[in-house]
């Protein structure tokens, strides 16, 4: 699952709206990168203040231009990619990856603002309901085919004609995508667009994937991907192994210094942080929050606390499917609201995170500042284990025997399976500390630690669901309350909706957001789905975590240090902007 | 018939002198004597500790600065990464870690001594088949097996220990195969059979208390394989998450950053309980081995 990122959406957004209703162009020129690093430094000192007062460092990117050299870049990760296929990417290492292989019509700066990527210029109609795409000349793909707007009309069509994979929450309204020539596209919708889906949806070569019939394109591993993007994948990647991605000399754009990036697979964050330390690797996307204060001053590594568009939560097995293997229990609002206000998330975020991040509430991190509502506190699901005891009461789950664990009045035990990734620390921290909090309410929980793959395998297993809780998180994938609104949708099951939560009305309002280009009377629809999605109680947000990251300061420099992370974030354009230390 | 069934009693005092014997030449030794105080000492702390110190699983901290503390008045051992006392845990962790020993090593026992038994005694393709299974599951490294089978099977302290039983039976049953092996061509025995007694009857009550007191010397070594075997497994992350051992200590401590934050107190405190059990049982067990196993009797 693409998890983690905050948000900003005021400034994405304002940029979006005014880009919509004006019809004005997509700030456009390669140029614009160097002046968008620059003024970073302003969007990092004016970003909300981080807990642990690890005040984001003022070190601003300098305006230097990259130029290809032959140092390496080694990143650490703690899980690996589930895919190379951009299009059916679940994790966020997946997307990390493809996302440097595969370009976008356009993309987020290091501002996060929208920035042009394969399209030169982009406009909207007034009525906010076409957008038309200029498409830069002589892009080639990796393979040596060019690059033309049939590839880009075939990869919106595949994605919206059968509804794969994650981007098609963003294109429910598309109703055609004209070609009037080889550099030209327009996507007509059938109503006004307040998200540009152009951000998000990285464009695949129709030569290659219309060879595929959509089953095989929903299970293509993509092995040897052919993007346009300016790293290629040459050599097969197994599981297991570091993964190695080259520049492509081809690229159209300003070529990047790193000659290669490699991710090394760490079972331990702690390990990791010390390979950051020996010089092993030049940036790590986590530190472990019980070292973090202690990392920070280590010798020649910087660590940085940004604020994130993330979260991790309990999700809950609500399908409805008759051949769901959950408990069934887990289906009573009740029972989901009384395990919610069994929890303290603010013990969370302080044993598990040591203080570093926010409790959490709804589905949009906090981070999103102008779209998350906060729930008051006496409206809160929240550290409040004596009414979820009532509320279990009055609903008739009691434990007449004194067992300890409640029973329905038909002699089932309120007792539930949870999962939560092995290699995930902060998770099985709160694993631990959630099991506690529910035996206190009667309620028992019985945990199991997994990897992460086979965590996704099993939680993502639409037609047999064989679970009852898991912890996980999101990192939002987009700058625009749309991407995290958007996972709990009907449509989304079999995508990203992992508790096949489904409610139609919920679906309505978030069609009706999609097309409310005013940001008040958006708000107020984004206000009322998180609201509406925080009853029902499907998701126990835990925390809006801090982004804890920390590189080496002796090879690379001109890391920006921006809301969602240096590296790990919706924008990939840190690993085009650095340069060697030295 | 009469007359054997009554020398089996003559037989039992005689064996009961014996293993007392042995008992007090293991206790003379320097060494078993080592063995033996700190068994004790590990099974006081196991047994007593808990109930005079219990471990409250859910007495978590407060706040951040409640977790991974040093040493204090209130928590004589630290606190952990829930800020749970140290010193309760490691108290606590004993008994689970010195559970799944004994029982690890009860099933490994029991499966070994069957299997070395049979395969020694019979001699027919049985005896064969018993032994080309048991080479099996020597050659098989035990330790990726033992991974494998937790991580697919599952990881309650049942299962795991399971796992550590019937992953460490084959070198038991070598043993006693061998032994069988020379017991069978005795005298006593071809003079059993000649009175008529079943084959059963002559392996059982005949040849079994015969190679018992090998059995019982590589038994206290199993149990110091099998402490260390679930040790391992919780330490690789495959443990029981809902219970406390040495070994999902010494987890948790490796994965919340104990070593990098300096925090010994959650280190090692566990790692010393286990070289102290270990120790223990080898000490103990290669004493007994000396003495009993009669190619090592040096009197």
């Known amino acids: ?582 | 018939m009469s007359a054997l069934a009554a020398a089996a009693p003559e037989q039992d005092r005689g064996r009961v002198a014996a293993a007392r014997a042995a008992m007090g030449l293991a206790w003379s030794d320097p060494i078993g004597r080592v063995g033996f105080l700190l068994l004790a000492l590990s099974v006081a702390l196991a047994v007593v500790g808990p109930v005079v110190f219990p471990f409250d699983p859910t007495a978590v901290g407060k706040t951040a600065a409640d977790i991974l503390r040093g040493p204090t008045a209130a928590h004589w051992l630290g606190t952990d990464e829930l800020g749970r006392d140290v010193f309760r845990e490691t108290l606590a962790g004993a008994q689970v870690s010195l559970l799944v020993g004994l029982l690890a090593t009860a099933i490994s026992m029991v499966a070994g001594t069957a299997v070395g038994l049979s395969a020694g005694y019979s001699r027919g393709w049985l005896g064969g088949l018993m032994m080309r299974v048991t080479d099996f599951f020597l050659v098989i490294p035990t330790l990726p097996l033992i991974i494998v089978l937790a991580a697919v099977v599952g990881q309650s302290l049942g299962v795991i220990i399971l796992v550590i039983g019937l992953t460490s039976w084959a070198s038991t049953a070598r043993i006693v195969r061998s032994q069988v092996l020379t017991l069978r061509e005795r005298v006593f025995v071809e003079r059993i059979r000649a009175l008529g007694a079943t084959d059963w009857r002559i392996a059982t009550v005949h040849i079994l208390p015969n190679v018992l007191p090998l059995i019982f010397a590589n038994t206290v070594l199993v149990i110091a394989g099998s402490i260390l075997a679930e040790a391992t497994l919780a330490f690789l992350g495959l443990g029981d998450p809902t219970h406390t051992s040495w070994g999902t200590m010494l987890h948790s401590a490796f994965t919340n950053g104990a070593s990098s934050r300096g925090a010994w107190w959650y280190l090692v405190p566990p790692g010393i309980g286990i070289v102290i059990v270990v120790l223990a049982f080898t000490l103990i067990g290669y004493t007994l081995d000396r003495i009993l196993n009669p190619r090592l009797r040096n009197r």
């Open chain 1, 1 to 582: 699952m693409s998890r983690w990122r905050t948000s900003w959406t005021l400034m994405a957004g304002a940029a979006l709206v005014a880009a919509s209703c004006g019809s004005s162009e997509a700030s456009p020129s390669a140029s614009a990168l160097a002046s968008a690093a620059a003024t970073s430094s302003s969007t990092v000192a004016s970003a909300p203040a981080t807990a642990s007062g690890s005040a984001a460092p003022s070190a601003s990117p300098s305006a230097v231009v990259p130029s290809p050299t032959d140092q390496p870049l080694r990143i650490g990760w703690l899980s690996e990619p589930d895919t190379m296929n951009p299009l059916t990417a679940a994790t966020t290492e997946a997307v990390e990856v493809t996302q440097l292989i595969y370009d976008k019509l356009m993309d987020y700066g290091l501002d996060l603002k929208p920035e042009p990527e394969l399209a030169s210029s982009f406009t909207q109609s007034a009525d906010g309901k076409s957008m038309t795409f200029q498409l830069r000349d002589g892009v080639k793909w990796h393979d040596g085919q060019p690059f033309t707007s049939a590839d880009v009309a075939y990869t919106y069509n595949l994605i919206h004609d059968n509804d794969l994979g994650q981007y098609a929450q963003f294109l429910l309204n598309l109703t055609g995508v004209k070609t009037p020539d080889a550099l030209t596209v327009e996507l007509d919708f059938s109503a006004p667009q307040a998200f540009n889906p152009a951000l998000v949806v990285p464009i695949v070569p129709k030569h290659i994937w219309s060879a595929m019939s959509l089953k095989q394109i929903e299970q293509f591993r993509n092995d040897k991907p052919v993007g346009t993007g300016p790293y290629t994948l040459s050599t097969k990647w197994t599981s297991g192994t570091p993964l190695t991605i080259t520049r492509n000399a081809a690229w159209w754009g300003q070529l990047p210094a790193p000659a290669t990036i490699t991710w090394v697979r760490y079972d331990n964050s702690d390990v990791m942080g010390q390979g950051l330390r020996s010089g092993e690797l030049d940036i790590i996307p986590q530190v472990p929050p019980t070292v973090f204060d202690g990392m920070t001053g280590a010798d020649g590594v910087k660590t940085v606390a940004l604020p994130s568009f993330s979260f991790h939560h309990i999700g809950f097995n609500v399908s409805t499917k008759a051949t769901s293997k959950g408990n069934p229990l887990l289906k009573n609002v009740t029972i989901r609201q009384a395990i919610q206000d069994a929890v303290d998330r603010n013990q969370l975020v302080q044993l598990c995170l040591a203080g570093h991040g926010t409790p959490g509430d709804t589905i949009i991190p906090a981070g999103m500042a102008d779209w998350h509502l906060s729930i008051p506190a006496d409206q809160q699901f929240n550290a409040n284990p004596d009414k979820a005891k009532q509320m279990l009461n009055a609903a008739g789950f009691t434990d007449p025997n004194n067992t300890g664990v409640r029973s329905s009045a038909d002699g089932k035990q309120l007792a539930f399976r949870l999962i939560a990734i092995n290699t995930t620390d902060v998770d099985v921290c709160a694993a631990k500390l959630v099991v506690n909090a529910a035996a206190a309410i009667g309620v028992k929980l019985e945990l199991t630690t997994l990897d992460e793959n086979t965590l996704n395998d099993t939680v993502y297993n639409t037609d047999t669901p064989n679970w009852d809780m898991f912890v996980w998180g999101w990192d939002s994938g987009a700058l625009d309350p749309s991407y995290m609104l958007g996972v709990p949708l009907c449509s989304q099951i079999g995508g990203n909706n992992d508790v096949f939560y489904c409610n139609k009305q919920y679906d309505d309002q978030y069609a009706q957001q999609a097309v409310t280009i005013d940001p008040v009377a958006r708000k107020a629809i984004t206000d009322q789905m998180q609201r509406e999605y925080y009853n029902d109680a499907a998701y126990l947000v835990m925390w809006y975590q801090d982004k804890l990251q920390a590189y080496r300061t002796d090879t690379w420099a001109n890391w920006a240090q921006i809301p969602g992370g240096m590296v790990f974030n919706f924008t990939r354009d840190n690993y085009l902007h650095i340069v060697p230390a030295r």
